[in-house]
């Protein structure tokens, strides 16, 4: 976990060498208040990442908070090669400070 200009960013390689990427704003009560996601895995349709980002806005940094919002992104009409829910659970958790 790095602390990057009053943000946070963590690496996550997934089982399998895929890595993820995020960046992510916490508000003082430790909810995501921005975040962005990048890696080397494959997500269709593309732009689904940003309904999965949208879905995690406002969600609380913990296991608790995150789990049913990613997923139920999972849940849709999604496909995710290279990475589960569970992969983007640590990631986000990794950045936590």
């Keep these: 976990m790095q602390p990057m200009n009053g943000s946070l960013s963590a ?3 997934v089982k399998g060498g895929k890595l ?3 960046r992510l704003q916490v ?3 430790a909810h995501i208040a921005a975040l ?3 890696g080397d895995f494959f997500m269709h349709p593309e ?3 940003e309904t999965l980002e949208q879905a995690l806005l406002g969600a609380p940094l913990t296991p608790e908070g995150l789990l049913p919002r990613i997923e139920a ?3 849709g009409d999604v496909q995710v090669i290279g990475a589960d829910v569970g992969d983007f659970v640590q990631l986000l958790l990794a950045a936590k400070p």
């Design 47 to 49: 732009e689904a990442l």
């Design 11 to 13: 690496d996550y390689k």
């Design 27 to 29: 508000s003082e009560d």
């Design 20 to 22: 993820l990427r995020v």
């Design 73 to 75: 992104f999972f849940a």
């Design 36 to 38: 962005s996601i990048t």
